[in-house]
């Protein structure tokens, strides 16, 4: 199943591109999930990141296409974006935001399907494995393999990824219970470590990513058994 958002203010333009994402699916056997926004403040407002394609309209009257997917770019950096436009000169801008493509209104099927056989290429290859939090303004979609540990302090919960550190609320059995137990290793009731991230083990503490962990008394032997079974299937 394939999330796709459109971001279209024209009623008729919007038309055409649900038609051209409607044959697509059919002629290309996939299973489409299409969710239609008038203008970018609709989208950004209480943005899910759940989307596995973009597809936008540079132009529009409240928040253009560009702003649009600058703020997108804060929550989400995997989105596979593309734009449409009537004014190409703007389209080139796309790189700032990692934009895939642009096509040109009024949308030919023909271009369009080439876009978006670049788009799947580029959807099929991510096969990522993500989570989706809350932070302020929306949601963030948060690639598993970027978190190095997960820390709680209170009702808090701290990401710490290779991208930054992100915070929501909740407890560190709410995300226990979402991460892989054979990557990921809770050595104390603070902390949840990612395996691939651990540098180092001496005495009591570990350290992931540069920062260091105490491992409590408990759960020594256990973390040890887990690391080691971790490094030598990474080794095979």
Known sequence: MIRIATVEDNEHDREILKKC???YEKENKYKFVIK???DGEDIITNYTAEYDLIIMDIEMMF???MKTAEKIRQLDTDVVIIFITNAP???IQGYKVNALDYMLKPVAYFSFSETMNRAFRKIKTKEKEYITIAVKGGKRKLDVSHICY???QDHLLIYHTTEGEFA????IRDVDGQLDPGHFFRCNRCYLVNLEYVEKYQGSDITVNGDIIQVSRSRR???LDVLNEYMNEVAK
């Open 21 to 23: 994402l409607l044959r």
């Open 36 to 38: 239609e926004f008038q």
């Open 63 to 65: 928040l253009n296409g």
């Open 89 to 91: 000169q703007y389209a």
């Open 150 to 152: 997960v820390e709680v």
């Open 168 to 171: 929501t609320k909740g407890t």
């Open 221 to 223: 032997k256990p973390f």
